[in-house]
């Protein structure tokens, strides 16, 4: 395998052998080493001498279930973190059929155009994307797909990444062409924007495909895998039919969906934003309340949602995108949110930052809460580089200061997801404490606080969430490296044999003997190297701290985010 080396200040593209150190990561894994190797943690985000670096995880490209995600790691415009965003799609498995480890961006263009990389079989070379400056997601795939061939994937920056707007995400096409998985969290659009790339194209026409040393056990494990993600009643039953929106009604029910920025944990019109309502749409319409958000996936927990008239608006809609845009900003239209959905993937900005953001623009009387097409036009606003829409675009701690307002959930800089950390305490603790800023996915306790997947964890108390919370945070960054799904922890925290056979399918795959304390060690190995990035770049313990408003009670339950800052402090004694 190769890392190719792009120099946007040069203009030269470098294939690399991979060092040593490097050979046995991937995902998240190697981009947080990569960045903490070659990045001052001290730096301007925006300026030349961060990197973008993208790369396939371990089981990329191979026939393991659900191995499909692209791990883009960075330094964050929005936190000033470290950063690895990922995302579905068709981008992973095939820059690993193209034997490519990693690509590294690095430098800014001197002439301030933009460019596309082509990414083939030969290499990567270096292409002139002025024709595409301007262009949304939609309109910069459907013109590479006619240039460069059908089945190519685009990888690519709408409007927000161009400006450079903290919020930006960079769009990963799905196996129908369409831009909707992204590498949402953190700004990483605005990086790419940095650079003077508007576009990547991966062709993998006669690509050699991945080696795999023991063939035969490969595949013997990848089935049992795929068994026993299919035989779980979350990830074969309940994210195949009804999608992540399935968790609406749930977190509702459980008091713990944050409502009218962060003020309730119930929302009334929750019903009618929920899975089970979005699955009866979708079928009233001819839409696809089932669709596989990259090839190979068997929990297949995306969709396409049709409009009024039967057409297309949108697809992998998605339960935080659902709350971000609904609950959060009191809009129970599912229709308009899907707009703000359809809105965020062609502008290019992460959903779940411009739903909480938005919100703030509620708080502070821009609009009124559950104005619907207010939040279009404001959205339309940041699309077009409005002044209010660089405001917005920045996220919802720059859209705070702007305006004054004090009731700003974030951690970081980055906005809290679609858990209350006063009802989903262990979800709280990761928010506080995560590498990246506030991320449901680096330690997704609602496992056990809410699905009682893996144990069971009392959600409203305590004790035990520092524990899991960790537990939680060292597996996802193993997991974040593999490729695979983060979904298949259901399946991992439920059957003893399957962490197993993940492990197997690296070792049979790559030909190593790696047992499921090595797996544990990989976890806690980048936790700590993404910590002493943080460190150098001025980030203390008291940044691992939530809001002081979640010191409120919350209705209703009338729990508050009781942990100490000694407590939340063990996390990462390990």
């Known amino acids: 395998m190769k890392i190719y080396r792009v120099n946007m200040t040069e203009g030269t593209v470098r294939a690399e052998e991979v060092k040593e150190k490097y050979a046995t990561l991937g995902g998240r894994g190697l981009t947080s080493q990569i960045i903490a190797d070659e990045v001052d943690p001290t730096c301007h985000p925006l300026g030349p001498n961060n990197k973008l670096v993208l790369a396939p995880g371990l089981l990329s490209g191979t026939n393991a279930p659900s191995s499909g995600r692209l791990s883009i790691g960075t330094k964050s415009p929005l936190t000033r973190t470290i950063k690895e965003s990922n995302a579905g799609g068709t981008a992973a498995q095939k820059l690993a059929k193209l034997g490519i480890k990693a690509i590294i961006i690095e430098g800014q263009p001197q002439d301030g155009k933009f ?89 993998d026409t006669d690509a050699p495909g991945v080696s795999i040393k023991d063939k035969e056990k490969f595949k013997e494990a990848a089935k049992d895998f795929s068994k026993m993600l299919l035989n779980h009643p979350v990830c074969g039953q309940g994210l195949p039919t009804y999608g992540t929106a399935v968790l609406i009604n749930i977190l509702n029910e459980a008091g713990g969906l944050p409502t009218k920025n962060f003020r309730f944990g119930r929302f009334d019109g929750a019903d009618k934003i929920s899975g089970e309502a979005m699955y009866d749409v979708i079928n009233e319409r001819n839409g696809k309340p089932t669709h596989g958000c990259h090839p190979g996936c068997v929990m297949r927990c995306s969709q396409v949602y049709h409009d009024k008239d039967g057409n297309y608006l949108t697809a992998g809609f998605e339960y935080e995108t659902i709350w971000a845009f609904g609950a959060h900003c009191t809009i129970d239209d599912l229709d308009a949110i899907a707009t703000l959905d359809r809105l965020c993937d062609d502008i290019g900005v992460d959903t779940i930052e411009m739903g909480v953001t938005i919100g703030v623009a509620m708080e502070a009387g821009i609009i009124p809460f559950g104005d619907a097409d207010g939040a279009i036009d404001l959205l339309q606003q940041v699309g077009e580089g409005k002044p209010l829409g660089r405001i917005l675009g920045n996220g919802a701690e720059f859209t705070a200061k702007a305006y004054g307002v004090s009731r700003v959930p974030t951690v970081k800089g980055q906005s809290i997801p679609a858990y209350d950390p006063r009802a989903v305490k262990g979800v709280g603790v990761t928010y506080a404490t995560s590498t990246m800023g506030a991320d449901h996915t680096a330690g997704y306790s609602v496992t056990a606080n809410i699905l009682k997947v893996g144990g069971q964890v009392d959600p409203l108390k305590k004790d035990g969430q520092v524990d899991l919370s960790r537990n939680l945070q060292i597996a996802t960054a193993a997991i974040d490296s593999t490729g695979l799904c983060l979904f298949v922890a259901f399946a991992v925290l ?27 060690e990989l976890g806690k190995s980048i936790l700590k190297t993404e910590r002493e990035f943080n460190a150098k770049a001025g980030f203390t313990n008291s940044h691992d701290r939530l809001p002081e408003f979640f010191n409120e009670e919350l209705d209703p339950h009338g729990t508050t985010f009781d ?11 390990f």
């Open 563 to 573: 942990f100490t800052g000694e407590e939340l402090d063990e996390v990462f004694n």
């Open 494 to 520: 439920d059957e003893p044999k399957a962490l197993p056979r993940i492990v197997d399918m690296i070792n049979a795959q790559y030909g190593l003997s790696l047992t499921v304390d090595d797996v544990t």
């Open 115 to 203: 460019y596309t990389l082509k990414v083939t079989k030969d290499g990567v070379e270096l292409l002139d994307g002025t024709a595409l400056v301007g262009q949304r997601n939609y309109d910069v795939g459907k013109q590479l797909r006619s240039e460069h061939g059908e089945n190519v994937c685009v990888v690519s920056i709408g409007p927000a990444g161009e400006y450079k707007l903290s919020a930006a995400s960079i769009a990963v096409t799905d196996g129908d062409g369409r831009p909707v998985r992204h590498c949402g969290r953190g700004g990483t659009g605005a990086v790419m924007g940095s650079k003077g790339v508007k576009a990547i194209v991966i062709d």
